[in-house]
């Protein structure tokens, strides 16, 4: 027998902090240079150049500086009062003006063209991160904390976003921008100028990348009480009722309020250590400014310099302390973009538990058969569920399932739909082994009504609907109609277009029962389970609801797992379930006669009715 890798567990990267990082940041290139695409790809070389131009506008724009205060006082520069008045003002303002709509306009195109391209990037990877998600397995979701995962997403998105525009547009023409600022002061003022502004920069590159990396670690604590908040918060709005029920309101506040104290505390760290290191960043490039601007001033007096010389020198320190500045803070978000980023794509890197086989073929049901042979399943090693589990349902009958709770007979059902493969044995549908068969086929021919019907924040309409996609409104209405749900709705003041609230709220537990059983039938399923379908329903209610399910199950290969063992009297085989094996099976007649557990289990449910 084959072994599924149900056990296998979800894997997550180990790496170094350095290794992630770089790792993420090659998951993200593909999306900036995307295969196959040359008009992204043109776009990007455009924006690319709008980018290189505005740089260009910025740098030569201290020149134009220099000439003119030289001009105006003389220095180097032979011109007439007249020529002063008239020529220098009018071109100091035209350069002046130029550069500036120049870099903004360059600016502004860069971002218009590229615009395409990270959008078109983020949806992409909204996609991937969300169709990755609905791959992975039950058991995934079981464990996972839905509000810690929305934050992942939600933030790792945004990093990605971050990330493209910031790298692209702020790293590369920042590097660019500071080889152009360090060439000029070599070439024009001397190496010791260079040299000046080169230690400058390394020093604050240095404290600002150390400081930095001490404050991620923060920022990781500040995210992590973040997402603990955000998941108490929703669990208590999800529990309302719950809350209500047992006045629990200021217990659940006090609750989100212990957490939102940790996410303080985080946040003002986070705060203060960011004051520290904007201090600590303005001391070293005041250092540096004063430092060259002292050189500067000498040469003026020693005659080796000009005025304008002087004025371009603190021209020129203000191009190199502005992007500076501007490094510390796209350092600080890349870093953490890049944590954000990690967490999703650890996500991404999740395996599915369950996964088609490479020569997976479409499921081709002809009779309905359904076989279990000797099946045994454990959510772990310390856990098992199911031991050499034998069923054989022939095309058209009907199998219920019997039992204490824990006995199994909800896995049994997840093992056909399969949200887990057996560790040992194999399901057969129609011969065919259910792990060699598409999961998208094996699913589009089984049908599920559950215990908790949980429906979607739409109209009712949409929820039937979901049974079938691109079913026609009079289709949807028929299958209403054989659930017995038509008139209630026609009853409503919007009728179809009805919305349900979020998880079907606003309905009855009766009346989502028949929604799901009106989705159900628009489905038309050859294999139907119907998972304990009205154990949480009034009696009345059960027994119009049962009409429903048994027009449901006709002519269809039905596994019903039963609570109240009225509903299964007709059932072709009742198979009596303890701790994962089977201990009883036959009719409801034969079981009655045998007077083992199940009729211990009828006599008890019948004495409590009665009483």
């Not at 990037?121 to 609905?134: D, E, M, N, P």
């Not at 739909?417 to 699913?443: A, C, H, K, N, W």
Request: proline fraction near 3%; aromatic fraction near 8%; charge should be neutral.
């Amino acid at each position: 027998m084959r072994k599924s890798p149900s056990m296998r567990g979800i894997r997550s990267r180990q790496h170094t902090d350095g290794d992630a990082e770089w790792r993420v940041i090659r998951d993200v290139v593909p999306y900036l240079w995307p295969e196959g695409e040359p008009d992204a790809r043109l776009r990007v070389v455009i924006a690319m150049g709008f980018l290189i131009l505005a740089k260009i506008a910025t740098v030569i724009t201290p020149f134009f500086f220099k000439y003119a205060v030289d001009a105006l006082s003389g220095d180097g520069v032979e011109l007439s009062w007249r020529t002063a008045f008239l020529v220098t003002p009018v071109a100091l303002v035209l350069v002046y003006c130029t550069a500036r709509i120049s870099t903004v306009l360059f600016a502004q195109l860069r971002d218009a063209v590229f615009a395409r391209v990270g959008q078109r990037a983020l949806r992409r990877l909204a996609i991937r991160t969300f169709g990755h998600i609905h791959r992975l397995s039950l058991r995934f979701h079981l464990e996972r904390k839905t509000g810690a995962m929305s934050r992942i997403i939600e933030r790792g998105v945004k990093g990605v976003d971050f990330l493209l525009r910031f790298v692209l547009f702020s790293i590369v023409p920042l590097m660019l921008e500071l080889l152009l600022v360090l060439a000029i002061f070599w070439w024009h003022f001397g190496a010791w100028f260079a040299l000046a502004i080169l230690v400058s920069i390394g020093t604050y590159i240095t404290f600002t990348f150390r400081v930095t990396e001490w404050r991620v670690k923060i920022r990781k604590e500040m995210n992590a009480q973040d997402q603990d908040a955000n998941q108490k918060a929703i669990d208590a709005l999800l529990n309302y009722e719950t809350v209500k029920y047992f006045s629990a309101e200021r217990r659940e506040t006090d609750r989100y309020d212990g957490a939102m104290a940790q996410y303080e505390n985080a946040a003002v760290k986070t705060q203060t250590t960011l004051a520290m290191l904007n201090v600590g960043q303005t001391m070293i490039l005041t250092g540096g400014l004063a430092a060259v601007m002292v050189m500067a001033g000498q040469g003026v007096v020693a005659g080796t310099l000009t005025v304008g010389d002087f004025v371009m020198v603190n021209a020129l320190m203000m191009q190199v302390a502005m992007p500076l500045n501007f490094l510390g803070t796209v350092y600080r978000e890349i870093r953490q973009s890049l944590i954000d980023m990690g967490e999703m794509f650890t996500l991404l890197d999740t395996p599915p538990e369950v996964t088609d086989a490479p020569s997976a073929s479409p499921l081709n049901v002809s009779e309905g058969r359904v076989i279990f042979e000797d099946v045994a399943f454990s959510y772990g090693p310390d856990r098992p569920i199911l031991h050499g589990l034998d069923i054989d349902a022939k095309g058209g009958s009907t199998i219920a399932l019997v039992g204490h709770s824990g006995a199994g007979k909800s896995t049994i059902a997840r093992l056909l739909f399969r949200f887990y493969d057996p560790t040992s044995g194999r399901i057969l549908i129609d011969g065919q082994d259910i792990r060699d068969v598409t999961q998208e086929s094996l699913r589009a021919h089984i049908g599920v009504v559950p215990q908790d019907t949980v429906l979607f924040n739409d109209s009712i309409r949409y929820n039937i609907g979901y049974g079938r996609a691109g079913a026609t409104d009079a289709e949807i209405e028929e299958a209403a109609r054989l659930a017995s749900v038509h008139d209630f709705i026609m009853e409503l003041p919007d009728g179809y277009e009805t919305a349900v609230g979020e998880r079907g709220l606003k309905l009855s537990g009766g009346e989502k029962q028949r929604v799901a059983i009106a989705r159900t039938i628009l489905k038309n399923p050859p294999i139907l389970i119907l998972d304990e379908a009205t154990s949480a329903l009034d009696t009345a209610t059960e027994q119009e609801i049962q009409a429903s399910l048994r027009a449901l199950s006709r002519n269809r290969t039905v596994f019903t797992i039963a609570h109240r063992l009225s509903t299964v009297i007709d059932a072709d085989e009742i198979i009596v379930l303890d701790h994962g094996r089977v201990i009883e099976r036959g009719s409801h007649a034969s079981l009655l006669a045998m007077g083992g557990t199940f009729a211990d289990m009828w006599n008890r449910q019948e004495t409590s009715e009665a009483a």
